[in-house]
Nanobody
Framework: VQLQASGGGLVQAGGSLRLSCVMS????????MGWFRQAPEKEREFVAV????????EYADHVKGRFTISRRNADNSVYLQMNSLKPEDTAVYYC?????????????????????WGQGTLVTVSS
């Protein structure tokens, strides 16, 4: 499985970006997918997750109401729409996935459960 993330860049505070992640080598609809991020000198942290079926999502408290995760299985892609960006959102953003046996199950937010990771895309928010 390969995951290719894109869409990062430099944006002013209050602006928006849309990250994309394309899976190759497997069918996306077998995987729960998440976005994580890592800021300089900080631990990797959970941002958002979506289950196989797309009907269950979870968000970290600090992005709720601003970020939206979605998926389009037909395109083998998952997205992260980021609005009202803040300087503290500056980080490398990673998409990740794990095989989820049950289509409608609750996805996990623990990065340890994700066996497949993309290379990351840098988001920089200027003040």
């Amino acid at each position: 499985v390969q995951l290719q993330a894109s869409g990062g860049g430099l944006v002013q505070a209050g602006g928006s970006l849309r990250l994309s992640c394309v899976m190759s080598g497997r069918t996306l609809n077998q995987y729960a997918m998440g976005w994580f991020r890592q800021a300089p000198e900080k631990e990797r942290e959970f941002v958002a997750v979506i289950n196989r079926g797309g009907g269950i999502t979870e968000y970290a408290d600090h992005v709720k109401g601003r970020f939206t995760i979605s998926r389009r299985n037909a395109d083998n892609s998952v997205y992260l729409q980021m609005n009202s960006l803040k300087p503290e959102d500056t980080a490398v953003y990673y998409c990740a996935g794990y095989y989820q046996r049950l289509y409608y199950a609750q996805p996990t937010t623990s990065p340890d459960q994700y066996g497949n990771w993309g290379q990351g895309t840098l988001v920089t928010v200027s003040s």
